[in-house]
């Protein structure tokens, strides 16, 4: 498998499936761990990162749980690549930032991504579509395990994993859902919402993670502390906030349908009339008018529109994605016209 092979298969958290598919896009599971006796990356030498590379590529590739998968290092990819990466959620801002004696490991199904040598020795990374946290978690849990045999993480009895960012320390692991809370935006309950999260410890991101903000009525929630609770308790902590967003979500959509149908039809008609006739548009439109058409899709005001290409389009009208698919860079413009076109087509499919 190559890095273009990526855009001829849909990311398995992309599919629209698993439990609560019409509210939670995808759920991740995410551990740091650090190489004992070895520096962290900011501080490590050249010659130092490139043997803690070369260390962690051989464990990887000899783990049964990582058979089929493709190893890239940042040094051989171009600007357009790893932007690529970053649209699909494989990869972070800060791994790009500085490519040498950097790598990264992506699985067939895209539901494994592992980086080597960004903010600590090891970010692994396990995306399943819907809220499906247990199932990620298990995943997770044995390659760590695995992972383990063949190398020897830094690890304290009192504190636990060690990692580069206190915040980590602990069980290095950050959950976090992937959430399309249109509803709660239009009735104008969000920010309670979000403050409420806020006051119990966990955080609130947008489409891209961490730096940036919400758009097209996504949010990202994932557990701030990592010290002190076990893997298991982290888990089901972040269940229980989810379930009560969804709970609030799918009542605000029953309200809207109830006292504001009319209103709610007009928008999501609208949306769906412009990304279908479309010549020109542009990125934050195409998420804003992605985001109505797929709760119209969801409400069943929308027939015969698939939510898995609803998703599928989120990624493909990015930027690199676009670039990818005409294989050269292309200005502003020609993107806002690649994205129309694009759109067209598979919504006239």
Known sequence: MKIDDLLNQT???????GPNSDIVISSRVRLARNLEGVVFPHLAAKKQG?????????????????????FLRLVDLNTIDKQFLIERHLMSRELAMKPENKGMLISQEEIISIMINEEDHLRIQIMKS???LTEAWNIINNIDNALSEKLTFAFSDDLGYLTAC???????????????????????????VLAAIAKLSFTTRGLYGEGTQAAGNFFQI????????????IIENIKGIIRQIIEQENMARNALL?????ILEDRIFRSFGVLKSAYIINSA???????MLRLGQDLGIIKNIDRRMIN??????????????????????????????????????
């Open 285 to 291: 439109e195409t998420i804003e008018m992605l985001s």
């Open 258 to 262: 109830q006292n504001n149908r009319q």
């Open 11 to 17: 990311s398995e958290w992309l599919k629209g499936t």
């Open 50 to 70: 490139q043997e803690t590379l070369e260390k962690i590529k051989d464990a990887l590739l000899e783990n049964d749980y990582l058979k089929n998968s493709v």
């Open 222 to 233: 994932s557990n701030q502390v990592s010290l002190g609770q076990n893997e298991a308790e």
């Open 166 to 192: 206190p915040t980590n320390v602990g069980t290095g692991m950050r959950g976090s859902v992937m959430l399309h809370l249109p509803a709660l935006v239009m009735t104008k309950q969000i920010n309670k």
């Open 130 to 132: 819907g809220f499906d």
């Open 312 to 349: 599928e389009l989120f990624i493909l009208t990015q930027p690199a994605h676009l670039q990818k698919i005409e294989g050269k860079k292309l200005t502003p413009q020609e993107r806002d016209v690649r994205r129309a076109a694009l759109i067209r087509e598979k919504i006239g499919q």
